[in-house]
C-alpha cells in the first residue's frame, strides 16, 4: 500500500533537506554546549546560534537578534507570553478560533483575575472586525490571537488588527503556528509587539524547537516564568534581566536550533511565495471535488478565498472517524480526525462535537496526490 502524508498542520514531511544532517553532525562531532564552556568549539556554535537569530530575524522583518527567543515550541512560546505578561484585573482578547495553545494558558490566567474576553468569529472562521473593535476597552492589555486557522484555513486579518491596536496602546500577539514559513509575516509593517513561532509546520524543521520575537517594549514587560541557569551572571540567584538570557533558562534544543537553521535556509531559497502558491493550488484541487457534494460539508472559506493550504471535511452521512480510520487503513492516506486541539473553533464552525477530518497539504505533496485522496473518498461514500 502506498503512503500519503495530508497531516502538515499537525507537523511537515518530509523535513527541509539537509535538516537531518545538520543535527546528526551536531550530535556526532560537536556534542558541546553555549554559555558553559570557554573553548573554541563553544564559541563557534555560539556563533551558529547568533546566526540563527539573525535569520528570524531578518524573515520575521523584525529589527533586534538578542530579542528572538528559543522555545520548545509555539505552546511554551505563547505560554511564556499570557502568563508573564498579564496580571490581574488586565483585560486580554482572543478570538473564538483559538488553538487550545492560546485558550487553555488564557483560561488559566482568567481563572487568576485577568479578564478574559472572546472575539467573535463567523461560521467561516473569520474575525467579526466590528466585535473586535468593541471587545477593545480602556483597560485592554493585550491581544493574542492566531493568524491562521489549525482546523478550517481561515486567515485573520493581523495587518488591520494590528493597526488598532497600536492606536489604542495595546500589546499584539499573534501566534503563527500555521503560517510562518507559508506566509509573508513583517513584524513592523503588521505592528506586531509579540510573534510565537513553531519549527515543525511550515518552516519545515524539526519538532522541539519554536520560539518568540519581542519588541522592546513587550519584552521589558514579560517576568520570566521559569527560572535558571543561562550561563551569564552565574554569581546571581537573580534571573538577568536582559534578552534573550532573561527569557531562556537551561540547556537549549541544540540539535533543534541547528536543524532549524538548515530549514530556514531551505524555505528562505525556495521563496514563501513560491511554496504558499504550490500548497495553495493542491488546496484548491482538492477542494472543487466536494464543493457541490450534499453529503460532504466543506468546513471554512470557499476554494477562492484567502485561506491556509487546510481543508476540513465533515462527512453528513458518514461517521468522520471511520472515514479517517478507512482512509489510513485501506488507502495508506494520513489526515487528522477530531477537535484538533480547538473545541473553541468547533464550537464557531458548527463541527462540535463530531469534530472534521482535516486534510493539511505541504508543498511537497503532489497534484496525483490530490487525485488519489479524492478518489479514495468517493469510494468511501459509494459504500
Do not use: W
Not at 81 to 92: F, P, Q, T, V, Y
Not at 113 to 137: M, S, W, Y
Not at 324 to 350: Q, S, V, W, Y
Amino acid at each position: 500500500m502506498r503512503n500519503v502524508y495530508l497531516d502538515n498542520g499537525s507537523t511537515s514531511f518530509p523535513k527541509a533537506p539537509g535538516v537531518g544532517r545538520a543535527m546528526v553532525e551536531f550530535i556526532e562531532n560537536i556534542g558541546c554546549n553555549v554559555n558553559r564552556g570557554g573553548y573554541r568549539s563553544s564559541y563557534s556554535l555560539s556563533e551558529k546560534i547568533l546566526e540563527t537569530r539573525e535569520k528570524l530575524r531578518d524573515f520575521f522583518g523584525f529589527n533586534r537578534e538578542s530579542n528572538v527567543v528559543f522555545t520548545p515550541n509555539v505552546t511554551f512560546s505563547l505560554n511564556y507570553i499570557i502568563h508573564g505578561l498579564l496580571r490581574a484585573g488586565d483585560r486580554l482578547i482572543i478570538t473564538s478560533m483559538e488553538h487550545n495553545a492560546v485558550a487553555r494558558p488564557a483560561e488559566t490566567a482568567r481563572l487568576r483575575g485577568v479578564d478574559l474576553a472572546i472575539a467573535r468569529c463567523d461560521e467561516k472562521g473569520c474575525l467579526d472586525l466590528e466585535d473586535f473593535k468593541r471587545q477593545i476597552t480602556a483597560d485592554t492589555k493585550a491581544v493574542v490571537m492566531l493568524h491562521g486557522s489549525n482546523v478550517c484555513g481561515s486567515l485573520m486579518p493581523v495587518a488591520e488588527v494590528g493597526k488598532l491596536c497600536k492606536e489604542r496602546g495595546v500589546f499584539f500577539i499573534v501566534d503563527a503556528a500555521q503560517t510562518a514559513g507559508v506566509f509573508p509575516i513583517h513584524m513592523k509593517e503588521m505592528n506586531i509587539n509579540g510573534l510565537a513561532f513553531t519549527g515543525h509546520k511550515g518552516l519545515l524543521g524539526p519538532q522541539g524547537i519554536g520560539g518568540l520575537l519581542l519588541d522592546d517594549k513587550l519584552a521589558q514587560a514579560i517576568s520570566p516564568i521559569i527560572d535558571g541557569g543561562t550561563g551569564s551572571r552565574s554569581d546571581s540567584i537573580v534571573m538577568p534581566d536582559f534578552m534573550p538570557d532573561k527569557l531562556e533558562p537551561g540547556t537549549m534544543n541544540l540539535p533543534g536550533i541547528l536543524g532549524l537553521s538548515a530549514a530556514l535556509d531551505y524555505v528562505i531559497e525556495k521563496g514563501v511565495d513560491n511554496i504558499r502558491a504550490e500548497e495553495l493550488k493542491l488546496t484548491r484541487l482538492f477542494m472543487e471535488a466536494f464543493i457541490s457534494r450534499s453529503s460532504v460539508r466543506v468546513v471554512g472559506p470557499g476554494a477562492g478565498e484567502e485561506r491556509c493550504p487546510i481543508v476540513s471535511l465533515d462527512f453528513t452521512d458518514k461517521d468522520n472517524a471511520e472515514v479517517a480510520f478507512r482512509l489510513d487503513n485501506e488507502f495508506g492516506i494520513m489526515t487528522r480526525c477530531g477537535m484538533h486541539c480547538a473545541p473553541l473553533a468547533h464550537k464557531t464552525l458548527k463541527t462540535f462535537p463530531q469534530g472534521t477530518v482535516r486534510f493539511a497539504f505541504g508543498h511537497r505533496n503532489t497534484e496525483e496526490e490530490v487525485a488519489y485522496a479524492v478518489d479514495a473518498i468517493e469510494r468511501i461514500l459509494s459504500d
